[in-house]
């Protein structure tokens, strides 16, 4: 009986060291959300993506034969950075409770060591002209789809009277 506590006296530590950390404790998710969400921000040009709000609007004008001007353009950029640059700072930065619950302790530092190489600032810093370039794609396909998917969206909220 005596070889067992010697045993597990030997065993115990060797076990301990090789038996990783609780990294999907939630508190430690929490924080290395939080780097993820900071060193993302710090790679998106924030102000592009907010561009990509407002210019279908003026392309939309442009297409029914109401092109803004430049300064037109540029007071509604203005417009658009004062209303959302804050607010889309505060989304952004308060991602990390979400990403928490949602992504694994290995996804998350995945994201965080990706989004800090040159690669991923390069693809973050392209991600409003991927918006930009879909949107009117994106419009498009809502607009052609809306008449018909709509009445059965109706239909399914409000049912005809006879059917309840």
Do not use: C, H
Request: charged residues 20%; without cysteine; glycine residues 2%.
């Amino acid at each position: 009986m005596r070889l067992f506590p010697t045993l597990a006296a030997a065993i115990l530590p060797a076990l301990i060291l090789s038996t990783p950390l609780r990294a999907d404790d939630y508190a430690d998710r929490v924080a290395v959300a939080k780097e993820v969400a900071e060193v993302s921000l710090a790679a998106i040009d924030l102000d592009a993506l907010i561009a990509t709000m407002w210019k279908p609007i003026t392309n939309q004008a442009a297409a029914r034969g109401t092109p803004l001007s430049e300064a037109q353009k540029s007071e509604i950029n203005a417009l658009y950075l004062e209303t959302f640059r804050g607010p889309m700072t505060d989304l952004m930065l308060g991602q990390d409770a979400l990403m928490a619950e949602l992504m694994t302790m290995e996804e998350l530092v995945a994201l965080r060591d990706f989004y800090s190489t040159d690669a991923g600032r390069s693809v973050m810093s392209k991600l409003p002209k991927v918006m930009e370039a879909q949107q009117p794609q994106i419009m498009q396909l809502i607009q052609s789809t809306m008449p018909v998917l709509l009445p059965k969206v109706m239909a399914v909220i409000q049912p005809p009277a006879n059917a309840q």
